[in-house]
């Protein structure tokens, strides 16, 4: 099994990014635009199609608004893991700042390596799209 961990700081509230992260049938508008090419919700399962040409049907596991977190397993699509469950959480900080947490476990471990870099390139594109860009000075 491969288990992919990744944070990152982003320069917005944490109600802010988990109103995005929460919105999973518009990741492609409000989170990862470009890196996810189209997503359809039917019912519980979200289709995702992404940039690469891959297309997964993700099953949604749990939307908990109290601990900002929403947890997905691939069930289909053409990546075909054995198994996989993922999940992204947003944190807090005194600063107002969030960390996002993303948690992904896979199998085969053949997959972690490929799996590793479409959550590298989503995280890169996550953080550039909810950043919030500086005001200018007026």
Request: cysteine-free; glycine content about 8%; overall charge negative.
């Amino acid at each position: 099994m491969a288990s992919i961990h990744r944070e990152i700081m982003i320069a917005d509230t944490p109600e802010n990014v988990w109103a995005a992260v929460r919105a999973f049938g518009e990741v492609r508008k409000r989170l990862v635009p470009g890196f996810v090419t189209g997503t359809r919700v039917e019912g519980d399962i979200r289709i995702v199609a992404f940039a690469n040409g891959a297309v997964v049907r993700e099953l949604i596991v749990d939307l908990d608004d109290e601990a900002r977190r929403i947890a997905y397993a691939v069930v289909g699509g053409s990546l075909e893991p054995t198994h996989h469950h993922a999940s992204m959480q947003v944190f807090g900080d005194a600063g107002g700042r969030s960390r996002f947490v993303w948690i992904t476990d896979v199998t085969p471990s053949s997959l972690g390596e490929p799996m590793a870099e479409m959550v590298d390139q989503g995280i890169h594109v996550i953080k550039q799209t909810l950043d919030r860009k500086a005001e200018p000075p007026h």
